[in-house]
Structures are given as C-alpha cells and as structure tokens.
C-alpha cells in the first residue's frame, strides 16, 4: 500500500526497520454462519483447521458479525451459527485443541474494529475486490458494515494476536489489509512488533474450488444454482447426481498438468479430486490420464460421498442436540475472551483511552 500517512510522524519507530514479532504462533479463522456450506469451504478452509491444530494453538470463529453486513433473518442466524459449529466439530476439529466460538460473543472484536477503522484509509477499503463484487451496481444501498468488513476481519485476527490464517484464495486481498493495518498501527502509535503481520495460508489443492456448472466461477454459498455446489449436507444421491451432472468438455483426461491449461472443468474436476484424496494433480492424473469424464466422474463421486456423508451425519446428530453444541460454543467464548482481553486493554492503553 502507497498512501502517505495521514497521521504525524511519530517520534519513536517511525524512521526505524519494521521491529519482527517476537510472541508466540497462533493460527485464526473465520467461517461466516450465511448457509449452505459447501466443498469449497471445506477444501479451501475447514479440512486446513482439522490439519492445523495438532501443531498449532488455534482458535476458529463463526463470524456471525460479518454475517450481519448483509440481511439475516434474525430467526435462523442463530440456529445457522450453531450449524458451523457443527460442521467444525464433525469435520474433526477437538474442541479441546481448537478454541471453537461465536464472534459476537467477544466485544473485543468490535472494540478493536473501530480502532482500525481509524488506522486504515478510504483509498485502502476502495480497492476491495470483495466489496464491489457483493455490493454490486448500487453501491449506494450496500451497509456500511459491507464496505468496513475487512477492518472487522483483522481485528478477529489481531486481537488474537493471530500470525497464521487459514483461507481460501478468496480471502488473499483481505489478508493483505490485515497485514498493512497490523504495520500501521504498530507505526503510528510507535508500538513496534505489538501486532504480528499475520500470514495467510492459502496455498494447497482445494484453495480455489470452482462452481460445478461453470469452472470460471468459484464454488459459492450464494450461486442460485444449487447444481453448482456440493453443500456438506448432501446425502450420497445428491451428492453422485451433482457430480454426473457437472460441465466437462469432450476429451479425455491428459497425462499431466500442462494438458489441464484452457481446460476449467476438467482442472477443477482433478483438483477437487487431489483435495479429497491428499494428492497433487500430477498424481491423479497418472491415475487417471487417458480416460474419459464416463471413467473418472463415478469415482470422484465415490471418493466425494466417502468423505462427506459421515461428517454430513454428524452434522445431522450434533444439530438434533443443540446443547452440546452450545456448550462447546459457551466454553470456546470464555477461552477466547481470555486470550482477547488483555490485548485489547493495551491496545487501549496504547492508543490513549481513558480507564
Ligand atoms: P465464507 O463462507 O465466505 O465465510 O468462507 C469461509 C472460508 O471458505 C474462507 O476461508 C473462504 O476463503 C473459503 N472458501 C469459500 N469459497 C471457497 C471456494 N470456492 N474454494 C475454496 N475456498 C473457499
Ligand atoms: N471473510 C472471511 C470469509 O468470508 C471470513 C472471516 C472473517 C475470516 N474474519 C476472518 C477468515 C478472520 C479468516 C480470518 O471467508
């Protein structure tokens, strides 16, 4: 990012080398509890946390504030933030490892937020692809809340003080805003090192699943086509019928990568395939190479419904007991408030408020 500070020099940090955070690794993300959760949020962001918290202190959030930045039927949000909490759960995550809770549950998130609304620039939010993609034509009518969603977004991370995040490629731009808002403040209120500048980690099959029926658009809970997604609550028939019905073109599968260029179905088919199975592309298409769609689409559909329709079952089990998830949920606002807390009383501190 270019723009000039609008805030005076400070006289300590200011001139100096960016100072490394020196704190612990801690990894942070975020699902929004807006429906329809689908295969690409569980390659491109959920099967990551699974993997991550066996290594990592980890904390993973339903962000149902962000949710909020466009209509929500009061009535199902929360009943919709229960079911992500659901599919953390049945998609392996231990609650014990992985901290598992509900934004609006910590006010730390917000307090942080309008910090950062401060910290960051109007030039900086302008430039948000997400923003122009959701708020469409009339940017007039679209919440101010839609347009401050990423200043929200880094403040989940960093009142964690959160060095790693988990995402889809999707999220790439708003992570880099994270990263320049965390040297901001660090900058202007000579705080040096205070917040880490946190690393996405994107890279991996699956971190860009595109919809079934048109491989230049990525998977989305909101494509009104329900063609194009596999939702986590698919049963097996479902499931087999999406895949036999997604686009493909007309050749065999190639021998090797080069041959899936100007080819976004068959790419998307053979990475969601790899994603599944923790193989490269290279390694599917050894297997599959030289066969047709007719071939390949039944076993994707095979290897699809093996890993989805269990963790589709626990989802179904944990939703028909409502308080064991809330008491994950309760448990998880608790941890996390402990860890937010004392940052966001620095921060405030730091900044200069009163008490
Ligand atoms: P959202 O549903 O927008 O809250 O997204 C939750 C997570 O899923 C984020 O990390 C996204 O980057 C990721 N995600 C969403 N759609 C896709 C997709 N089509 N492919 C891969 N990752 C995705
Ligand atoms: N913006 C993310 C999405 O739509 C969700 C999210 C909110 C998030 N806060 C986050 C992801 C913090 C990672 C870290 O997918």
């Not at 929360?78 to 910590?106: C, N």
């Not at 060095?163 to 901001?184: S, Y």
């Not at 994950?328 to 941890?335: D, E, H, I, R």
Request: aromatic share 8%; proline share 7%.
């Amino acid at each position: 990012m270019t723009d000039a500070p609008t805030t005076p020099k400070p006289e300590k940090g200011g001139d100096s080398e960016p100072v490394p955070y020196a704190g612990p690794e801690r990894v942070f993300s975020g699902v929004q509890p807006t429906g329809n959760l689908h295969l690409g949020n569980y390659l491109g962001a959920i099967k990551k946390f699974v993997a991550l918290q066996h290594r990592h202190d980890c904390l993973f959030c339903v962000v149902d504030m962000h949710a909020v930045t466009v209509w929500q039927d009061p009535k199902r949000l929360a009943a919709q933030t229960r079911e992500i909490a659901a599919a953390y759960l049945a998609a392996g995550i231990d609650p014990s490892k992985g901290v598992i809770f509900a934004q609006s549950a910590v006010p730390a998130h917000a307090e942080l937020a309008w910090i950062f609304n401060c910290v960051a620039r109007m030039g900086w939010l302008n430039r948000m692809t997400q923003f122009k993609d959701k708020a469409g034509k009339d940017k007039e009518r679209a919440s101010v809340g839609l347009f401050v969603y990423p200043t929200l977004m880094a403040a989940d991370i960093l009142v964690y003080k959160g060095t790693h995040v988990p995402v889809g490629d999707d999220q790439k731009q708003h992570l880099e805003l994270a990263r320049d808002i965390a040297g901001k403040f660090n900058l202007d209120f000579a705080a040096p090192g205070f917040f880490p500048l946190p690393e996405p980690l994107i890279k991996g099959p699956g971190a860009r699943v595109m919809s079934l029926k048109d491989g230049s658009k990525k998977m989305s809970k909101s494509d009104p086509s329900d063609l194009s997604r596999i939702n986590l609550t698919d049963d097996a028939d479902a499931i087999a019928k999406k895949i036999k019905k997604a686009k493909t073109d007309a050749e065999p599968l190639p021998d090797s990568v080069d041959g899936l260029a100007n080819r976004p179905e068959a790419q998307n088919l053979v990475g969601v395939y790899a994603a599944l199975a923790g193989k490269t592309d290279a390694e599917v298409l050894a297997e599959f190479g030289g066969q047709g769609f007719g071939a390949f689409k039944p076993k994707l559909a095979d290897l699809a419904v093996d890993t989805l329709a269990p963790m589709a079952a626990d989802m179904r089990r944990l939703m028909d007991d409502p308080a064991e998830i809330d008491r994950v949920l309760a448990s998880g606002a608790a941890a996390a408030r402990d860890i937010a807390e004392p940052v966001i009383a620095d921060v405030k501190r730091i900044v200069g408020f009163w008490g």
